[in-house]
Structures are given as structure tokens and as C-alpha cells.
């Protein structure tokens, strides 16, 4: 979570800076290379983060109103469907950033891998995660405090 604050933030400062010595007449040619890693960083950590903290969107709004064995059939199948899109994240990301090894961004001769690097992190993180959270769902029930903040209060 840190991380992708920091991606995030020295993404923002980068764009700031890059308009600032656009607008001076001295332009810092690798600021540009600066803002996309930073984004690229950013959002794919971001990812694992939002699933980490189960904070995506997905089927939540349906699974939370159900209970028993219907909502831990449903939450384990989006949690499996999570899983393989990982897996595809981390194989063919993998071989992605393998590839780029070869090819520079230029002027600066920047390997193309940093930017496509996170890809297979990015998903190997949510592979742990989503395991995390089917463990953690068969042993104490997927349920949390917001599937309740919603509900009606009874009245008396």
C-alpha cells in the first residue's frame, strides 16, 4: 500500500516538474520515462493492494446481502477466477518482461523491463492474496463488518 502511495505520489511530482521546465525552456527529457515507470508501478501495485484489502469491485454487492453455502460458493469462485487471471499475470507477464530485456526506451537506453516488470509481481501478489482470503473464508466465513452497515435497524 505504501508503495503504491509513493509510485503515485512521485508520479504527480514528476507531471508537476515536467510542466514546470516545459513551461521554462529547459525540459528534463527523462521525466517522461520517470512518470510512465512510476505509473506503471502505481497502478499495478495498486491492483494487489485493492485485492489485499478486498477494496476492488466484483460481485461484493450480491455476495454480501447472502448467507451459507451460496455465499461461499460465490465468494470462492470469484476468488478462483482472481487467481487464474493472476496466474496469466505472472506467466505471461513473466515472458513479456523477458523479452523486453532486449529493447531500450530511448534517449536514456532505459530496459523496457522496468516498466513491464510489475506485471508478473503485480500478480504473483494477487495469487497470494486471493489465496489468503479463500483460506481465511473457509475457516472463519467470508463475512465482514460492511456486509452489515447497510442493513435496516429494527424497529421497536
Given at each position: 500500500m ?11 511530482l514528476?507531471?508537476f516538474?515536467?510542466?514546470v ?15 510512465t ?17 478486498n ?8 455476495t ?36 523486453d530485456?532486449?529493447s ?29 482470503q ?23
Amino acid at each position: 500500500m505504501v508503495l503504491c502511495g509513493v509510485c503515485i505520489g512521485a508520479f504527480t511530482l514528476c507531471v508537476f516538474l515536467d510542466v514546470v521546465t516545459r513551461t521554462i525552456g529547459y525540459p528534463w527529457l527523462w521525466l517522461q520515462q520517470a512518470t510512465t515507470a512510476f505509473f506503471a508501478w502505481g497502478v499495478f501495485i495498486g491492483i494487489a493492494a485493492a485485492i489485499r484489502r478486498n477494496d476492488h469491485i466484483y460481485l461484493s454487492e450480491i455476495t454480501k446481502h447472502m448467507t451459507g453455502t451460496k455465499r461461499w460458493a460465490i465468494e470462492t469462485f470469484n476468488r478462483l477466477v482472481v487467481l487464474i487471471v493472476a496466474g496469466f499475470m505472472v506467466w505471461f507477464g513473466y515472458k513479456n518482461a523477458m523479452l523486453d530485456l532486449g529493447s531500450f526506451r530511448m534517449p536514456w537506453l532505459i530496459p523496457l523491463t522496468v516498466y513491464t516488470g510489475v506485471v508478473p509481481i503485480s500478480g504473483a501478489l494477487v495469487m497470494l492474496f486471493c489465496v489468503e482470503q479463500i483460506v481465511n473464508g473457509w475457516h472463519n466465513g467470508f463475512e465482514g463488518p460492511e456486509d452489515h452497515e447497510f442493513l435496516p435497524e429494527p424497529v421497536e
